[in-house]
């Protein structure tokens, strides 16, 4: 957080997020170098470049990269006077890709909701108790009203109903890992009611296994994948080549989960390597993964800054593919320029296309140097009852069973499609299933991490624009049209 009366920037080339060689010593190229050795409290700097502005070097991607900045508002013209090679980008936020689980925005008056109505959410075969789920019961759905609460280690929530008993027009129930979600409609419950979910069957045929099937053991040999997003924790299904924290004022050793679990669930779906029925399987499971950890500790949200130094250290790290299961912010210069340098060096990014309900594909899915993801899914891979049962809306495949989710969104934007609605995957400490095109997107990743690895005559060119323009022509070529139409598919299904 910056300084009262100062503001955070970042501190671009001219082009791209550093500064040519040959360019290193023209005035942009010696103020970042100079600034690169000069962090501390903010003060003016002195030397010619740029002189009596106040301002404190934060962050740095590179000597004579992007830095990230605190300055104050006088300082701003007189930095773009005396370096307007410079670009000056403001900060900008971005979150996970995946479906947002729906909550209370009005709760029941206030004079009812004394009187709590107690539940007890259990596994439908068994009774164990799941704690620690979200429990959210409407009984006005469309205006939002009701209540909500988490399970105890017990599995008990009390919600302020206003009564032992209660007309529900929507129950759901997100459990935090090992169960499917549920979703009932139109029931009474009463104090002390029992609620099953049905536990997850690590065999059960998702989406993301009807249409891929068992990967090879081998797919994706050759390929290293970098996955920017809330870190990825150890786990039995997941090995990790390695990776860096990229918040600022966090510990660059520190990549794993930073206690969402996000980023854990994305890297499963491209190159877990389990085996059911006691664990998964990516689609590349031979990929050497890498983690960049974009989001701080507990946060959900995760600066432009963050993601495009992780950009910028996956490319350095050879990260033939990135994987974006994030969005939702505005179109900015930095993470633009970040994903122009992966490109410039050989290196694919795959985004997200956000989850708005048929809104325009989302940033920075929507940039063009990126390939854009929908999200789809298919009837029958998913029990019934589920919230998944939600995401079913037109339009459908020519196997009509096809369906594009109703929260994916959509346009010209779109490159690719891939199951996102009940994908199961890793999770820490056992396994959970998730929706959103967070979930696509890394089934696309997954997908071309596997078609790429039989073409070892591509990975070997040169790492230049000329050999990630053969990756996305490669990938792209294998895309199939499931009958969606390109405003929904792009160019159809990877595989």
């Known amino acids: 957080m910056a300084e009262p009366g100062r503001k955070q920037f970042i501190l671009l080339p001219l082009q791209g997020i550093r500064v040519p060689l040959m360019s290193a010593a023209a005035a942009s190229g010696r103020f970042l170098s100079k600034l690169a050795v000069r962090p501390g409290p903010v003060r003016p700097i002195s030397f010619s470049a740029a002189p009596g502005v106040e301002l404190r070097l934060l962050d740095s991607v590179d000597e004579y990269g992007a830095k990230l900045v605190e300055i104050a508002p006088a300082s701003l013209s007189a930095l773009r006077a005396h370096q307007p090679s410079l670009r000056l980008v403001p900060l900008a936020y971005y979150h996970p890709a995946v479906t947002p689980r729906l909550r209370i925005e009005s709760r029941v008056a206030a004079a009812k909701a004394a009187v709590k109505l107690r ?107 970098g996955v920017v997003d809330t870190g990825v924790a150890e786990h039995p299904d997941l090995d990790i080549d390695g990776g860096e924290n990229l918040v600022v004022g966090e510990n660059k050793g520190q990549y794993g989960d930073n206690g969402l679990g996000h980023g854990t669930h994305v890297a499963g779906i491209i190159a877990a390597h389990g085996q059911p029925p006691a664990g998964v399987r990516g689609l590349a499971p031979a990929a050497a993964l890498r983690s960049y ?143 959103g095109t967070s979930m696509a997107c890394p089934a696309a990743v997954g997908a071309a991490a596997a078609i790429l690895s039989a073409h070892p005559e591509l990975l070997g060119l040169p790492r230049d624009s000329n050999r990630s323009e053969a990756l996305a022509r490669a990938v792209m070529g294998r895309a199939s049209p499931l009958g969606f139409g390109s405003l929904y598919e792009g160019q159809g299904l990877a595989k």
């Open 119 to 225: 539940l007890l959410v259990v596994s439908r075969k068994g009774g164990a108790p799941v704690a620690g789920a979200l429990v959210v019961a409407f009984t006005a759905f469309q205006e939002r009203v009701g209540a909500q609460g988490r399970t105890n280690a017990k599995g008990e929530v009390s919600l302020a109903l206003g009564a032992s008993s209660a007309k529900l027009q929507r129950l759901y129930v997100y459990p935090e890992k090992d169960y499917w979600p549920l979703l009932k409609k139109n029931l009474t419950v009463r104090d002390g009611d029992r609620i099953g979910l049905a536990r997850l069957s690590l065999s059960y045929v998702d989406c993301l296994r009807f249409f891929y099937g068992s990967a090879s053991p081998r797919a994706g040999l050759g390929l290293k994948v």
């Open 293 to 435: 950890r974009v989001f701080g500790k507990g946060s959900d949200s995760a600066s432009n800054y963050a993601i495009t130094k992780a950009i910028d250290r996956a490319v350095e790290d050879g990260c033939d593919l990135i994987n974006l299961s994030l969005g939702g912010g505005p179109p900015d210069e930095a993470i633009e320029a970040a994903i122009q340098y992966a490109r410039a060096h050989g290196s694919l990014v795959i985004a997200a296309a956000g989850n708005d309900g048929r809104q325009p594909v989302s940033f920075p899915a929507s940039y063009t140097l990126s390939l854009a993801v929908s999200a789809m899914g298919r009837k029958g891979t998913f029990p019934a009852g589920t919230t998944q049962g939600g995401d079913v809306a037109p339009p459908y495949g020519q196997d009509r069973k096809n369906f594009v989710a109703a929260f994916s969104n959509v346009g010209e934007d779109l490159d690719l499609t891939a199951p996102g609605v009940g994908v199961i995957s890793t999770w820490p400490g056992g396994h959970a299933v998730l929706d």
